[in-house]
């Protein structure tokens, strides 16, 4: 049994080119005499033969070169990411809450144990899902919510505590 030359494809650009003719996988497969997974084989593995690649040109109407990995275009240079250690806390923060991460993986933010009365529970899982947040994201909303409507109280119970303890700290 002898072996096709087998080439490096630009999967991306092949697969695009088949969809603008409208064209499915086993279609094409069977329109160049191959078994029908034979072209979903080939995007997935990253290569074909070049028998099978002039066949599907010519079924595209396209060179055959336009899609051999050496044609791929050169790729933009990868952004500059700052490292973890690199961050400011303020930057850290922000991160997190337009992520919504949390976990292993996150920055480790203060964290409480908390119990709620079922109702409670129950009215922040909902709310939570109508929201489209997680529930601990939507009772942060609801705490700074709260804190926003009594700014005033806190700033007098921290005047109270700093006048208070101000010869113990």
Request: proline share 5%; charged share 30%; net charge positive.
């Amino acid at each position: 049994m002898s072996h096709a030359q087998m080439v490096e494809i630009n999967t991306e650009m092949l697969w695009r080119d088949i969809k603008r003719k409208g064209a499915k996988l086993p279609f094409v497969s069977k329109a160049i005499g191959r078994q029908p997974g034979y072209m979903g084989d080939a995007l997935r593995r990253g290569r074909i033969s070049a028998k099978a690649l002039s066949e599907v040109s010519k079924l595209l109407g396209t060179d055959p070169r336009k899609y051999t990995a050496a044609a791929e275009p050169k790729e933009a240079p990868a952004p500059e990411f700052k490292k973890h250690q690199d961050l400011t806390a303020e930057e850290r923060t922000s991160i997190l809450q337009a992520t919504g991460a949390a976990g292993r993986k996150a920055e480790k933010l203060p964290h409480i144990n908390m119990a709620f009365a079922p109702d409670i529970y129950k009215y922040i899982q909902i709310m939570s899902r109508v929201h489209d947040v997680s529930m601990t994201q939507f009772t942060n909303l609801a705490v700074k919510e709260y804190a926003k409507n009594h700014e005033d109280l806190y700033a007098r119970v921290e005047e109270l505590r700093k006048q208070t303890f101000r010869g113990i700290l």
